[in-house]
């Protein structure tokens, strides 16, 4: 029998909608009674918390410093958060994980690609989500619909976000088996039921 699938994370550019939708799949979820946890990267932990403040407002910070800060959140987040979770048997959620790592610092910034794959693999203890969500919208689009909060990746200029985007099809277009794309420019309506539709096609519902 396939194992039943636990630790889905959600991804996609800025104003995808990706983290309201979360929160409607995690109602959906509790409602059917299952156990479930929703934690974000950065800041899904205490100190995690207190590196996400430094990463979404510092001021200069070198794109090597900025890898280092999103792993050292990603390795307190898989030991103090997501994997108690999956160990008592959660469904867990996760609003952004590597693969926005592999899109905004190899694909936007230009990190090498192999070098954050093993320095991922060390972060997260070889840690493999069963899903990724990719809620795929043009920047033009994402970033319009982004609320007051502007961050320092929202202040990037328009052509990171499109090399963002890239990033992310070319993964997800690369590995069906991980990754489903749902097209985040349809009412927000619709995305829903779609990501509903993934979860209920991929068993996890
Ligand atoms: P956040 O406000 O949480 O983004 P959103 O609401 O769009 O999900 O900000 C997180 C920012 O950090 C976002 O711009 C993407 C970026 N990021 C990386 O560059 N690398 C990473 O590994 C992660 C987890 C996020």
């Given amino acids: 029998m396939k194992k039943r699938d636990k630790f889905i994370v959600f991804e996609g550019g800025e104003g995808s909608g990706k983290t309201t939708v979360a ?9 059917l009674g299952l156990k479930t946890l929703l934690t974000h990267e950065p800041g899904g932990t205490k100190l995690g918390t207190d590196i996400r403040k430094i990463l979404l407002y510092g001021e200069n ?22 994997k108690p979770a999956l160990a008592e048997g ?35 203890d070889n840690l493999v989500p069963d899903l990724y969500i990719l809620f795929d919208v043009s920047p033009e689009i994402g970033l319009n619909r982004e609320g007051k909060n502007v961050t320092r990746f929202e202040k990037e200029e328009l052509d ?20 489903a794309i749902v097209d985040a420019e ?11 539709e993934i979860f209920k096609k991929r068993k996890i519902i």
């Avoid at 929160?23 to 409602?31: A, H, K, P, V, Y």
């Avoid at 800060?69 to 103090?80: G, Y």
Wanted: hydrophobic share 45%; with cysteine; net charge positive.
């Fill in 23 to 31: 929160r409607f799949i995690l109602q959906t979820l509790e409602n």
């Fill in 61 to 82: 910070i070198h794109p090597r410093t900025e890898l280092l800060l999103f792993l050292a959140d990603r390795a307190e987040h898989v030991e103090r958060t997501i």
């Fill in 90 to 124: 959660k469904i867990v959620i996760c609003d952004r994980f590597d693969g926005s790592t592999f899109a905004y610092q190899g694909g936007a910034r230009a990190v090498d690609f192999d070098l954050i794959l093993v320095m991922n693999a060390f972060a997260k």
């Fill in 160 to 179: 990171l976000h499109r090399r963002v985007r890239r990033a992310y099809l070319s993964m997800a277009r690369n590995d069906d088996e991980h990754w």
């Fill in 186 to 196: 349809q009412p927000l309506e619709d995305v829903k039921q779609k990501v509903l």
